[in-house]
C-alpha cells in the first residue's frame, strides 16, 4: 500500500473518529437505533422471491414424477424444516438473521433513510441520548410485498407472539 494510500485512510479515520466522539459529547446529539419486528420480516419474507419453496416444489414434481424417492423424501424433510422455522419466525420472537441476508446490501439505505446508526432486532435498554426508532415497514418493503402480504402483516402487529412452546405443539399437530 502506498504512503498516500495509507495517510488517506488515516485522514478518514481520523475525521470518522472526531465526528463520532464529538457526538458523544454533546448532551444535544441524539442517537437512533432501528429495531423491527420479526414476524413481519418473516411474513415479508415467505410471499417474496427470495423465499425458494416455489423452486423446491418443482424440483419435487420432477423427483415424483421420475419415481426418486430419496429425492421426495429429502425434499419433504426440508419443506417441513423450512416451514417449521418460518412458523417460529412468523409468530414467534425468533431471530430472522437468515431471512435479512438476503437484503443485506440495502439495509445501509434503510439506515440512511431512516436516520438511525445501527438495525437490531431487539433493544432491551438504552441511555436518555438513545432514541428507538421503528423501522420495520423500511425493511419489509426490502422484500416486495403484495397488498395480501401488507394486510397479514398489519393483522400480526396487534397480535402478542405466539409462546415457543405453543407454536411447537402446532408443528406436531399438523403432522
Not at 463520532?20 to 415467505?46: F, S, V
Not at 446490501?105 to 431512516?114: C, E, I, K, M, R
Not at 418493503?141 to 397488498?147: C, H, I
Request: net charge negative; charged share 25%.
Amino acid at each position: 500500500m502506498s504512503k498516500i494510500t495509507m495517510v488517506s485512510i488515516g485522514l478518514i479515520l481520523a475525521t470518522t473518529w472526531t465526528g463520532i466522539l464529538a457526538q458523544a459529547d454533546d448532551p444535544n446529539e441524539t442517537t437512533k437505533i432501528g429495531i423491527y419486528d420479526n414476524r413481519a420480516i418473516a411474513i415479508a419474507y415467505a410471499a417474496s422471491k427470495f423465499n425458494p419453496v416455489g423452486k423446491q416444489m418443482k424440483l419435487y414434481e420432477r423427483a415424483k414424477s421420475e419415481g426418486d424417492k430419496e429425492t421426495q423424501r429429502k425434499l419433504e424433510d426440508w419443506g417441513q424444516k423450512h416451514q417449521r422455522q418460518l412458523h417460529r419466525q412468523g409468530f414467534g420472537r425468533v431471530p430472522v438473521d437468515d431471512l435479512l441476508l438476503h437484503v443485506k446490501d440495502q439495509l445501509p439505505g434503510v439506515a440512511s433513510q431512516t436516520g438511525v446508526v445501527a438495525i437490531v432486532w431487539q433493544c432491551n435498554f438504552h441511555l436518555d441520548k438513545v432514541e428507538v426508532v421503528d423501522v420495520t415497514a423500511e425493511l419489509v418493503a426490502l422484500f416486495e410485498p403484495n397488498e395480501k402480504t401488507l394486510k397479514n402483516i398489519e393483522m400480526i402487529k396487534n397480535q402478542e407472539p405466539v409462546d415457543l412452546d405453543e407454536l411447537e405443539q402446532m408443528h406436531r399437530q399438523e403432522k
